[in-house]
């Protein structure tokens, strides 16, 4: 009895270590939460469940250097680090982050860095200048203090939760995954069947118009405090060369804007950007790619890679606008001409005069 008893217990205690390291291995080695340096074919297609977590854990635990970065919402997030030419780039776009959480996002990454930037990007959507854009998300104060607990990634390695993202990081590998990281923080998205980029349309341009959503056109409300958040991002990185741009959306989105009310509002949001900045690299008005969703869109307002490759390349390369008309530079100089130009061809585009 005594020899079975003691048994049982040499049993339970190597089960208790055996159990928690096999989690931590495999956890190690497909790495979902972005702990570690580890890369290799299995997990090159990185399922993307809570960017703020994972791109603050890179910024935190993987060698950090860097000349620029980037910092928007999900629009900016397929923007790739490797299209900016004489410059390292790190992407640090969050899905759904609100104006408010860029500079905080920002000054986390420049104290990593250990110096300020020499190119700061930023990325706006015109929705996420409603009065009560909702940040989806913990405190960005909350995710650092979090990833820097000493126990932060001994935690996440023996976590079971931790185990399903590493599952379902293989089964990626395996099966493929339209939408994903690589290990280099490069974001992939897939074209999608013209049947499902119809159903995105539909289902997304009646959600932007009328939903109960305090950015949608029927609740819109321009954010006063707006110009205040861009002027302290702007102060926060006065040593830094300040790119803002707008991201482009499909031209039935901005006639669904105009047709509400809301062209005056598109207007100061603009004058807005370069009013703080002094620059703006425009790309939501009509031109061959808003007017070409089929080929450069999969829903309304998130464009395909190949669009934020001619986006940097304009904005930062030094190329002319690509399909002869995506870009458009206003400064402070030519700004009352250009908000002209922008008022009629928005207008025209509403099927107004």
């Given at each position: 009895?005594?020899?079975?008893?003691?048994?049982?217990?040499?049993?339970?205690?190597?089960?208790?270590?055996?159990?928690?390291?096999?989690?931590?291995?495999?956890?190690?080695?497909?790495?979902?939460?972005?702990?570690?340096?580890?890369?290799?074919?299995?997990?090159?297609?990185?399922?993307?469940?809570?960017?703020?977590?994972?791109?603050?854990?890179?910024?935190?635990?993987?060698?950090?250097?860097?000349?620029?970065?980037?910092?928007?919402?999900?629009?900016?997030?397929?923007?790739?680090?490797?299209?900016?030419?004489?410059?390292?780039?790190?992407?640090?776009?969050?899905?759904?982050?609100?104006?408010?959480?860029?500079?905080?996002?920002?000054?986390?990454?420049?104290?990593?860095?250990?110096?300020?930037?020499?190119?700061?990007?930023?990325?706006?959507?015109?929705?996420?200048?409603?009065?009560?854009?909702?940040?989806?998300?913990?405190?960005?104060?909350?995710?650092?203090?979090?990833?820097?607990?000493?126990?932060?990634?001994?935690?996440?390695?023996?976590?079971?939760?931790?185990?399903?993202?590493?599952?379902?990081?293989?089964?990626?590998?395996?099966?493929?995954?339209?939408?994903?990281?690589?290990?280099?923080?490069?974001?992939?998205?897939?074209?999608?069947?013209p049947e499902f980029q119809e159903q995105n349309?539909?289902?997304?341009?009646?959600?932007?118009?009328?939903?109960?959503?305090?950015?949608?056109?029927?609740?819109?409300?321009?954010?006063?405090?707006?110009?205040?958040?861009?002027?302290?991002?702007?102060?926060?990185?006065?040593?830094?060369?300040?790119?803002?741009?707008?991201?482009?959306?499909?031209?039935?989105?901005?006639?669904?804007?105009?047709?509400?009310?809301?062209?005056?509002?598109?207007?100061?949001?603009?004058?807005?950007?370069?009013?703080?900045?002094?620059?703006?690299?425009?790309?939501?008005?009509?031109?061959?790619?808003?007017?070409?969703?089929?080929?450069?869109?999969?829903?309304?307002?998130?464009?395909?890679?190949?669009?934020?490759?001619?986006?940097?390349?304009?904005?930062?390369?030094?190329?002319?606008?690509?399909?002869?008309?995506?870009?458009?530079?206003?400064?402070?100089?030519?700004?009352?001409?250009?908000?002209?130009?922008?008022?009629?061809?928005?207008?025209?585009?509403?099927?107004?005069?």
């Amino acid at each position: 009895m005594k020899d079975t008893y003691s048994k049982w217990i040499l049993t339970t205690l190597l089960m208790a270590l055996i159990l928690p390291g096999v989690i931590a291995g495999i956890n190690y080695f497909m790495d979902p939460l972005w702990c570690f340096s580890i890369s290799h074919r299995y997990n090159q297609k990185q399922d993307d469940f809570n960017e703020r977590q994972q791109k603050t854990n890179r910024v935190t635990f993987r060698p950090f250097d860097y000349q620029g970065i980037i910092i928007g919402t999900s629009t900016a997030t397929t923007m790739s680090q490797k299209s900016f030419r004489g410059a390292r780039f790190y992407n640090y776009a969050i899905n759904g982050l609100a104006l408010a959480d860029y500079r905080h996002y920002v000054a986390y990454a420049r104290e990593q860095n250990g110096r300020g930037f020499t190119h700061l990007i930023i990325g706006l959507d015109f929705i996420s200048s409603a009065k009560r854009f909702p940040s989806n998300g913990m405190d960005p104060e909350k995710i650092f203090k979090e990833t820097n607990n000493p126990l932060y990634r001994l935690k996440t390695l023996i976590s079971i939760d931790t185990l399903m993202l590493s599952r379902r990081n293989f089964m990626n590998y395996l099966y493929g995954r339209r939408i994903h990281y690589d290990r280099e923080n490069i974001k992939y998205t897939d074209t999608i069947s013209p049947e499902f980029q119809e159903q995105n349309m539909k289902h997304l341009l009646a959600h932007f118009e009328k939903s109960n959503q305090e950015y949608s056109f029927n609740n819109f409300i321009y954010n006063e405090g707006y110009r205040k958040l861009l002027q302290e991002l702007r102060d926060d990185n006065a040593g830094s060369d300040i790119r803002p741009f707008t991201t482009p959306v499909v031209m039935e989105f901005m006639r669904l804007m105009v047709k509400n009310g809301l062209l005056d509002e598109y207007l100061r949001w603009i004058r807005d950007i370069v009013d703080v900045f002094g620059v703006c690299y425009h790309f939501m008005y009509p031109n061959a790619v808003t007017e070409n969703y089929r080929e450069y869109f999969n829903d309304p307002n998130h464009y395909y890679p190949v669009v934020s490759d001619m986006m940097v390349d304009y904005m930062f390369n030094g190329k002319p606008p690509a399909l002869g008309d995506f870009g458009m530079r206003i400064d402070r100089n030519n700004l009352e001409e250009r908000l002209a130009l922008l008022e009629r061809l928005m207008k025209r585009a509403a099927g107004e005069r």
